[in-house]
């Protein structure tokens, strides 16, 4: 005995399918590692969950059965998925976005499957402005830091350490760290920067001036 019908589980699980397609779509074209297939299979393991979850509830009804635990496994279980999309790049971490989105994606099929259908779409809705509108405001008006490491390869003559620091002083938004490491057999150095931009702009202006300074052999950003 199935106490929701046929045609209303198949309602709800086309509903979670084409709810994670659309939140999927936008992160597929943003060229993120969890894309259209993820968010839709997800929604709809989600929302069959709940379906489980509701028919087991009334079928074991009295019984030593807590049917909610199966629902409950979801919300836990998919930060495991979600840290699978989160990269670190030396100091900078990306994919924290995409983890939100799979995690709230599965919140959404889970209310689609318990059949609210008004509340999932709005959630959806303001998902996507915030991924898409948002993210435009984001990039014109709010600063962005970017933590790198430089490291400089110099000829070890007089002031080029001092314009190296007036320079990375100038273009940086802040130098965190300025590390020298000295060659004795060929009078060659190598300088190790830790420095903080607000615009990637600045680390191409940088290594634009950077490779312009005379003795300086090469440049490279970690």
């Known amino acids: 005995m199935t106490v929701i019908p046929w045609h209303e589980i198949f309602l709800r699980l086309a509903a979670a399918l084409l ?3 659309a939140i999927g779509f936008e992160r597929e074209r943003d060229s993120q590692p969890a894309g259209l297939r993820t968010h ?3 929604a709809l393991g989600a929302a069959l969950v709940m379906i489980l979850s509701i028919n087991i509830a009334i079928e074991f009804q009295g019984q030593d059965a807590e049917p909610t635990r199966l629902a409950a496994q979801v919300v836990s279980g998919i930060g495991f998925l979600g840290a699978g999309a989160i ?8 994919g924290l976005t995409t983890a939100s989105t799979l995690w709230t994606t599965a919140m959404v099929g889970m209310a689609i499957g318990y059949g609210y259908y008004l509340v999932s779409f709005f959630a959806v809705v303001i998902m996507l402005v915030v991924l898409t509108l948002v993210e435009r405001f984001e990039k014109r008006f709010v600063r962005v830091n970017i933590m790198r490491t430089v490291v400089i390869d110099v000829h070890d003559r007089e002031g080029i350490l001092r314009e190296v620091r007036k320079t990375m002083t100038k273009l940086a938004d802040s130098i965190i760290a300025f590390n020298v490491q000295k060659s004795v057999k060929n009078k060659h150095m190598r300088l190790e920067i830790i420095a903080r931009f607000n615009r990637s702009e600045k680390l191409e202006d940088m290594m634009e001036v950077i490779s312009s300074i005379e003795g300086v052999r090469g440049i490279k950003i970690e």
């Open 19 to 21: 709810a994670g397609g």
């Open 40 to 42: 839709m299979i997800l």
């Open 87 to 94: 990269l670190r790049f030396g100091f900078n971490v990306k």
